[in-house]
């Protein structure tokens, strides 16, 4: 099983990167994604540490969205800051989930990464459109740690 920075090549990580930045042209939302090798605790537990940790929970809609992942564990979350889930439905984020588990198990990682994105951009952009003016408030980069 490849580790957390290996497991995308450079080609890859630039199709996500691109991906956040295409999502976040329609919405004021921002979307990260974090890999790790493992992940200390459950998935959830460990991407609300990441979402505090990567300064998500500051921006100024409290509209940030976090997917987490921790490759080696087989595991993953996502997450969004308060001002969504007051707005969303409970299973806002399950539909998300499951069409990215769908292709993480055919190993289509990237793509399934990127589909996420895609689906989290379009429906943050019916509660959070983009303004004129809106700032990229977090970094578009994919983030690691082992
Ligand atoms: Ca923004
Ligand atoms: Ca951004």
Same mark, same amino acid.
């Given at each position: 099983?490849?580790?957390?920075?290996? %497991?995308? &090549?450079?080609?890859?990580?630039?199709?996500? =990167? !691109?991906?956040?930045?295409? $999502?976040?042209?329609?919405?004021? *939302?921002?979307?990260?994604?974090?890999?790790?090798?493992?992940?200390?605790?459950?998935?959830?537990?460990?991407?609300?540490?990441?979402?505090?940790?990567?300064?998500?929970?500051?921006?100024? %809609?409290? &509209?940030?969205?976090?997917?987490?992942?921790? =490759? !080696?564990?087989?595991?993953? $979350?996502?997450?969004?800051?308060? *001002?969504?889930?007051?707005?969303?439905?409970?299973?806002?984020?399950?539909?998300?989930?499951?069409?990215?588990?769908?292709?993480?198990?055919?190993?289509?990682?990237?793509?399934?990464?990127?589909?996420?994105?895609?689906?989290?951009?379009?429906?943050?952009?019916?509660?959070?459109?983009? $303004?004129?003016?809106?700032?990229?408030?977090?970094?578009?980069?994919?983030?690691?740690?082992?």
């Amino acid at each position: 099983m490849p580790g957390a920075s290996d %497991l995308f &090549n450079e080609e890859q990580r630039q199709a996500i =990167v !691109k991906a956040i930045a295409v $999502a976040e042209r329609a919405t004021s *939302g921002e979307i990260r994604v974090h890999i790790e090798d493992h992940s200390k605790g459950d998935a959830l537990t460990r991407a609300k540490y990441h979402f505090h940790g990567l300064k998500m929970d500051r921006t100024a %809609l409290a &509209n940030g969205v976090l997917i987490y992942l921790a =490759v !080696k564990d087989h595991t993953f $979350a996502i997450i969004g800051d308060k *001002g969504i889930n007051e707005k969303v439905p409970a299973d806002f984020w399950d539909t998300i989930k499951n069409k990215m588990e769908a292709a993480f198990r055919e190993g289509r990682f990237t793509e399934g990464l990127c589909e996420g994105i895609a689906m989290a951009g379009e429906k943050l952009k019916e509660h959070f459109p983009a $303004a004129s003016g809106d700032k990229d408030e977090l970094s578009n980069e994919v983030s690691f740690n082992r």
